[in-house]
């Protein structure tokens, strides 16, 4: 079974400033993708970055970049200088195949607030 | 564009009534899937598909079913809906071997049970 866990409900950053999310996950496939997705009050989910199982550099995509830990099943998602319209719910979601087929798994979220 | 399509963003029901969630997506998706999302909770997986007709059980599929009739589409039923089953509903699409390309998101359908 695989498992996704962020132990941040919330975070207050001051702007400007770099914020790291947590996230670590659990599985037994050799196979998988950790994904990062942003939810802005208006509902929309919002594909942020992806880390494969077999990456070794970490990925990154503008201000963000995710600190893959694979030994210790960890996908941090750090974003750099923060601005306001980063206040949103991040969600830390993992890929595997399951029986053959892809399942997708999030954890429970961590709610940014970015203070101006 | 991919997109995933929602049939409602709103919905309000009656305690046992049927009450049926649709998704549509245009990008030839292999898989798709159905969550519901509660505060302190995240989202959660009630049932995914793979193919036509085919499905498997998520980690939450009790008082849900779900259809896959064409490939397209994926609907989500409530068999007799229940106030514990008011939230937001999320529809998902992925292509198969997805495990490594993201997947998109409809807009979601917030259901309240009354």
């Known amino acids: 079974a695989q498992k996704i866990t962020q132990t941040q409900p919330g975070m207050f950053v001051q702007e400007k400033e770099a914020v790291t999310l947590d996230c670590t996950y659990d599985?037994?496939?050799?196979?998988?993708?950790l994904f990062w997705y942003k939810q802005p009050s208006s509902g929309e989910m919002i594909f942020l970055i992806y880390?494969?199982?077999?990456?070794?550099q970490n990925a990154t995509e503008g201000r963000y970049s995710l600190n893959f830990q694979k030994a210790r099943k960890s996908a941090n998602l750090v974003i750099s200088a923060s601005q306001l319209g980063d206040s949103a719910m991040y969600f830390c979601a993992m890929s595997a195949v399951n029986f053959g087929n892809e399942k997708l798994t999030f954890g429970t979220g961590t709610r940014l607030t970015i203070i101006p | 564009d991919v997109k995933v399509t929602q049939s409602s963003r709103y919905l309000v029901k009656r305690t046992g009534e049927k009450v049926f969630l649709e998704c549509v997506q245009d990008?030839?998706?292999?898989?798709m899937f159905w969550y519901r999302q509660d505060p302190g909770l995240g989202l959660r997986l009630i049932y995914f598909?793979?193919?036509?007709?085919?499905?498997e059980k998520g980690d939450i599929p009790e008082g849900y079913s779900v259809s896959r009739e064409k490939k397209e589409r994926f609907s989500l039923i409530l068999e007799s809906a229940s106030t514990n089953q008011t939230s937001m509903y999320l529809c998902?699409?992925?292509?198969?071997?997805?495990?490594?390309?993201?997947?998109?998101f409809g807009q979601g359908t917030r259901l309240t049970v009354v």
């Open positions: 990008m030839d998706h292999e898989n």
């Open positions: 998902a699409s992925s292509f198969a071997g997805g495990w490594n390309t993201e997947a998109f």
């Open positions: 599985t037994s496939d050799q196979s998988y993708g």
């Open positions: 880390q494969g199982s077999y990456d070794e």
């Open positions: 598909s793979y193919d036509v007709k085919m499905k």
